[in-house]
């Protein structure tokens, strides 16, 4: 018989975290399974008595919990050991969304192969259109962000009374850049905004297709997101008939813009109001025809945006009082919308009340709206 010593104090107390049973189809003990906990504490007393029970120590993991920190910057060269030293050099990195011949020349493999287009509808002008110089002002915020358990034990309450730290989030439209030993073998276009992460596009060479680029980038992006505390990430629009766009339904959990209502609703949810939409509308006999010529936003009764009455009354467009800016560049000046001469014949007014009723009054308000007379 073995007599133990009575813990003299807490530490002594072995601490366990059931787990339960995980099968094995493999192993040849307990019908094919084996069972398991995890400790935070125990005395080498205790453990004596769990190994002469069968028990074993393992490393220390995490069984249940994905890593995405760690799996993303994985294969990154700073993280790798630095003996024996790599074959490879793996890199990622933000740049400006300035343009680049570089760039240009990845832009026009992927959309010639990947995307079938006629080389001669390939341009620099349309690349730098489509995914260079943004219009979004680049900045960098200062917010306080929570600082992680294991930190605070580390650091100490002295040096963080209120267990927050400041960190300085980047905002604006960027290019992250992957590269093979040095040469660029992806590039996705990111918009960080206040709220969020928003994916804009993403080109890659298609010797390295095999890779996956599309799911490692949106994985990279996602930890981007909470590396820097923004609060959502945006993967763009949805069209369930549409094959290309069918993808995104598959990160989850993940929800989806409700225009006539402006929430956000989960995926599945949705999914199943279309479908049922769909089979209404394949039920009924008389479908609205579209409008011909060249219809405002109101005709076409689009989703989500506001009434003409309501966009009229607010911005009150009745005075005219509008900031608006005349002409381009050095030659631009400054003016009121209702000194400009066709201000009263409806023409202008009516593409400013389209305009504000489909990016909101919020926006409207603030906007200076440009005119090239």
């Known amino acids: 018989m073995r007599i133990l010593q009575r813990p003299r104090d807490k530490?002594?107390?072995?601490?366990?975290?059931w787990v339960g049973i995980e099968k094995l189809s493999s192993a040849p003990i307990l019908n094919?399974?084996?069972?398991?906990?995890?400790?935070?504490?125990?005395?080498?007393?205790?453990?004596?008595?769990?190994?002469?029970?069968?028990?074993?120590?393992?490393?220390k993991q995490d069984r249940n919990e994905f890593d995405l920190r760690k799996a993303v910057h994985a294969s990154e060269t700073e993280e790798l050991p630095k003996e024996p030293s790599p074959e490879h050099e793996f890199t990622v990195e933000f740049d400006t969304d300035d343009f680049t011949e570089e760039k240009y020349a990845l832009f026009e493999q992927y959309q010639r192969l990947v995307h079938k287009e006629n080389p001669h509808e390939i341009t620099r002008g349309g690349f730098k259109r489509f995914l260079c110089?943004?219009?979004i002002v680049r900045s960098f915020r200062t917010?306080?962000?929570?600082?992680?358990?294991?930190?605070?034990?580390?650091?100490g309450s002295d040096m963080h009374p209120s267990w927050q730290k400041e960190i300085e989030q980047p905002l604006g439209s960027y290019h992250q850049v992957y590269r093979l030993d040095g040469k660029m073998v992806a590039l996705a276009v990111l918009d960080l905004l206040p709220r969020g992460v928003s994916s804009v596009y993403l080109i890659y060479d298609v010797t390295y297709e095999r890779f996956g680029f599309g799911k490692l980038s949106a994985l990279r992006e996602v930890q981007l997101t909470r590396e820097y505390h923004y609060t959502n990430y945006y993967m763009g629009f949805y069209i369930p008939s549409c094959a290309k766009m069918r993808y995104k339904g598959e990160y989850k959990p993940q929800w989806v813009l409700d225009f006539p209502t402006m929430e956000w609703w989960p995926l599945e949810e949705m999914e199943r109001r279309w479908e049922r939409e769909k089979e209404e509308q394949n039920g009924s006999?008389?479908?609205r025809k579209p409008p011909r010529g060249s219809p405002s936003v109101f005709e076409l009764e689009l989703e989500g945006i506001l009434d003409e009455q309501t966009v009229d009354r607010e911005m009150e467009f009745e005075s005219g009082n509008l900031p608006v800016c005349i002409g381009n560049g050095?030659?631009?000046?400054?003016?009121?919308a209702?000194?400009?001469?066709?201000?009263?014949?409806?023409?202008?007014r009516s593409s400013l009340t389209e305009l504000v009723a489909t990016t909101g009054l919020e926006v409207g308000r603030e906007?200076?709206?440009?005119?090239n007379i």
Not at 11 to 17: L, V
Not at 33 to 55: C, K, N, P, V
Not at 330 to 336: G, M, S
Request: proline residues 5%; glycine residues 4%; contains cysteine.
């Open 11 to 17: 530490s002594e107390i072995p601490r366990f975290t």
């Open 32 to 59: 094919g399974a084996s069972f398991y906990a995890i400790s935070t504490s125990l005395s080498a007393e205790h453990y004596q008595l769990l190994m002469d029970r069968g028990w074993r120590r393992e490393k």
């Open 133 to 135: 110089s943004s219009p």
């Open 143 to 155: 917010i306080k962000v929570p600082i992680p358990k294991s930190t605070q034990e580390n650091d």
């Open 285 to 287: 006999e008389s479908r």
């Open 330 to 336: 050095e030659d631009a000046t400054l003016a009121l």
């Open 338 to 348: 209702c000194d400009l001469r066709n201000w009263r014949d409806g023409r202008v």
């Open 367 to 371: 906007a200076v709206f440009q005119f």
